[in-house]
């Protein structure tokens, strides 16, 4: 299993464009979710899914698009993209479980600049 | 409301003992520890359910006091390959009633051991 894999790794944007973060996990997870990592920020939640065609917002979601048609895949996008959208992007799967008690496996990240 | 970790950084020689403390404003029914190298991907360490449980990964071990609505990370004879940035997570409770995994991090404790 590959696990929860990103692409790209890196990326640099210049203001105002448009670009999507691929997620893909191949462990069949039901939930998948976004969180962004700034320095001394710690991990903060954008948008997840509890299912394919379910998405709900996290803590930071304005700026940021998502949909997710099949298990597998959840894509993130930015519609236009500012510098304050430079970061680190996780994605994240987990399966069902007791409430609170859900493990999240994460994928690689993927670090965005934005000129 | 994110919780709150402390001490910010901690700088050990191998072989000595940390704490990582957790705490939080709201009640808290589960903490979850992660622990993220340098570059790479949040990586999860233990889950600690309310009832005060105590659990064990290799020498790091973690405490849950429900009453003080706080967590603790005991890492006993440090080695190098602890370092790293340890961030603590309570349940994100979003629309559809349960977290799907989804976490509220703290903002971190780096922990440098040296040789």
């Known amino acids: 299993n590959a696990g929860v894999t990103q692409t790209p790794k890196f990326q640099v944007l210049k203001t105002g464009q448009s670009m999507t973060l691929q997620c893909a996990q191949d462990m069949n997870h039901e939930y998948m979710s976004w969180y962004r990592q700034d320095p001394g920020m710690g991990l903060r939640l954008i948008h997840y899914?509890?299912?394919?065609?379910?998405?709900d917002q996290g803590e930071v979601p304005n700026g940021y698009n998502v949909s997710r048609s099949t298990t597998e895949d959840f894509p993130l996008r930015l519609l236009s993209a500012a510098p304050s959208q430079t970061s680190v992007y996780f994605c994240a799967s987990s399966y069902p479980g007791l409430a609170g008690r859900e493990t999240q496996y994460f994928g690689p990240g993927t670090r965005l600049l934005v000129l | 409301q994110q919780p709150v970790q402390s001490p910010q950084a901690v700088i050990l020689r191998e072989g000595e003992d940390a704490v990582i403390n957790c705490s939080s404003s709201?009640?808290?029914?589960?903490v979850h520890w992660y622990r993220q190298k340098h570059g790479e991907a949040p990586v999860f360490l233990m889950i600690?359910?309310?009832?005060?449980e105590q659990k064990g990964h290799d020498k790091i071990s973690a405490s849950f006091n429900e009453k003080k609505q706080q967590s603790s990370l005991y890492l006993t004879a440090s080695q190098l390959s602890y370092s790293g940035t340890y961030f603590c997570?309570?349940?994100?409770?979003?629309?559809?009633?349960?977290?799907?995994?989804?976490?509220?991090f703290g903002k971190g404790t780096k922990l440098s051991v040296k040789p």
């Open positions: 997570g309570t349940p994100y409770y979003g629309e559809y009633g349960g977290s799907q995994g989804n976490l509220i």
């Open positions: 709201k009640a808290l029914y589960s």
């Open positions: 600690l359910l309310k009832g005060g």
């Open positions: 899914s509890v299912g394919a065609g379910i998405t």
